[in-house]
């Protein structure tokens, strides 16, 4: 059974647009929800996660938002550039699981100049 | 940062050939895992310890065995190839202390024919 689902499996965006990646989860117990950037020949790399008591985290062009009582978030790539071409995975885990990580099935973001 | 190595980066083999995919790192961190990568697919747990002489199955079954002799070495061992097995296979390791962020090996991508 999947934990964790994410969509969609592709997106194309052009340069200066906005990139956003869903993930859904059902099991309350997760509280840590990270995202991985994984560039071809790369292994993933954390991108920035958040935890449910804020709704909002941002980095520089990245944000997640989360809603707890839909158990949804959301990766927003703001003025997206080519380099963000990358897969993007978000994930979820919990104290409760002894911390393993729970995959969404990625996104293959494509930045078109 | 990332101070995690994995060898080799491409395998081809023949069925029934012993292999060993090999994974070091040099953070002295306790907690090491073995996940499977698929294209579109979740990346799976196969494998992972939470320090030496310590290792536990993960989600997916696997025919995969791993030894933790030594707390920077996290080796995957086959015994006998099968084209099922083909896959990437990366290692990760994470801070004990402070759990949430993965460190992900470049990966290895194996071929069985």
């Known amino acids: 059974q999947q934990q964790v689902k994410q969509s969609p499996q592709s997106l194309i965006v052009q340069k200066g647009g906005i990139s956003i990646i869903n993930c859904a989860y059902e099991?309350?117990?997760?509280?840590?929800f990270p995202w991985y950037q994984q560039f071809p020949g790369k292994g993933p790399a954390l991108l920035i996660a958040?935890?449910?008591?804020?709704s909002e985290k941002k980095e520089g062009r990245f944000t997640i938002s989360f809603n707890k009582s839909a158990k949804q978030f959301s990766l927003h790539i703001m003025d997206s550039q080519p380099g963000d071409s990358a897969t993007y995975f978000c994930a979820a885990s919990s104290i409760t699981y002894g911390n393993q990580f729970y995959f969404g099935t990625g996104t293959s973001l494509t930045v078109i100049p | 940062e990332a101070d995690i190595y994995q060898t080799p980066r491409y395998l081809v083999i023949g069925t029934g050939k012993k292999i060993t995919l090999e994974c070091s790192q040099t953070m002295g961190h306790d907690k090491m895992y073995w996940y499977q990568q698929d294209p579109g697919m979740e990346l799976h747990l196969i494998h992972y310890?939470?320090?030496?002489?310590?290792?536990e199955k993960g989600d997916l079954s696997s025919e995969s065995t791993v030894s933790r002799i030594r707390t920077e070495h996290f080796p995957l061992t086959l015994e006998s190839a099968r084209p099922s097995h083909t896959s990437q296979y990366l290692c990760?390791?994470?801070?004990?202390?402070?759990?949430?962020?993965?460190?992900f090996g470049s990966g290895t991508q194996l071929s069985v024919l």
């Open positions: 990760a390791s994470s801070d004990a202390d402070y759990n949430e962020k993965l460190f």
């Open positions: 958040i935890r449910p008591d804020v």
């Open positions: 099991n309350t117990a997760f509280d840590y």
């Open positions: 310890s939470y320090g030496v002489n310590s290792t």
